[in-house]
């Protein structure tokens, strides 16, 4: 069966970076895009980018431009995503989702890490 | 950008009921329209796809439907299972918004 595996809960300081991993299995890696969602207590849910794990092609919103890095690990099935210059507003819950065929949503999830940045 | 509103924000409905949920998108998304389920704690669950093809192992009273800039997304008997918070997505350019959400709860 499909699973995404995201590694734990990460505390930061403003100014740090923070790398969350997501470990794909029950399925051929490369064949489908991982996208990146965060979610900040209470709020709905913000779409920060993909990435084409076959490739390494990524796409990011503006508003994280600079800021965001996706990357992957093929021998390993894992996506991967860093988030630099953390301020207060990024605590959030970050998921991975795999995306389908063109336009068919996210039809899995990882389970999501909480990130919190605090002094 | 395209920017998705949806509508009502909050809506307390009895099990059993009929329940619909709306969705605008700022400009036409044809089909490429999505749904998710968020109970709290837990990530999304996909619902629906493409504005009306029920993802698999959903159950059959949940239906969608709508194209071009409105969609609708359809409960037909509320389940105790089925109170949760509803967000829409459109696919069909980047980036792939989501509406603001729709937090159903028992009245």
């Known amino acids: 069966q499909v699973q995404l595996v995201q590694s734990g809960a990460e505390v930061k300081k403003p100014g740090a970076s923070v790398k969350v991993s997501c470990k794909a299995s029950g399925y051929t890696f490369t064949s489908y895009d991982i996208n990146w969602v965060r979610q900040a207590t209470g709020q709905g849910l913000e779409w920060m980018g993909w990435?084409?794990?076959?490739?390494?092609?990524?796409g990011y919103a503006q508003k994280f431009q600079g800021r965001v890095t996706m990357t992957r690990n093929t021998s390993i099935s894992t996506a991967y995503m860093e988030l630099s210059s953390l301020r207060s507003e990024d605590t959030a819950v970050y998921y991975c989702?795999?995306?389908?065929?063109?336009?068919?949503?996210?039809?899995?999830w990882g389970q999501g890490t909480l990130v919190t940045v605090s002094s | 950008d395209i920017q998705m509103t949806q509508s009502p924000s909050s809506l307390s409905a009895s099990v059993g009921d009929r329940v619909t949920i709306t969705c605008r998108a700022s400009q036409s998304i044809s089909s490429y329209l999505n749904w998710y389920q968020q109970k709290p704690g837990k990530a999304p669950k996909l619902l629906i796809y493409a504005a009306s093809s029920l993802q698999s192992g959903v159950p059959s009273r949940f239906s969608g439907s709508g194209s071009g800039t409105d969609f609708t997304l359809t409960i037909s008997s509320l389940q105790p299972e089925d109170f949760a918070t509803y967000y829409c997505q459109q696919s069909y350019s980047t980036p792939p918004n989501f509406g603001q959400g729709t937090k159903l709860e028992i009245k």
């Open positions: 990435m084409n794990p076959n490739s390494g092609n990524t």
């Open positions: 989702a795999r995306g389908g065929i063109y336009g068919s949503g996210y039809g899995y």
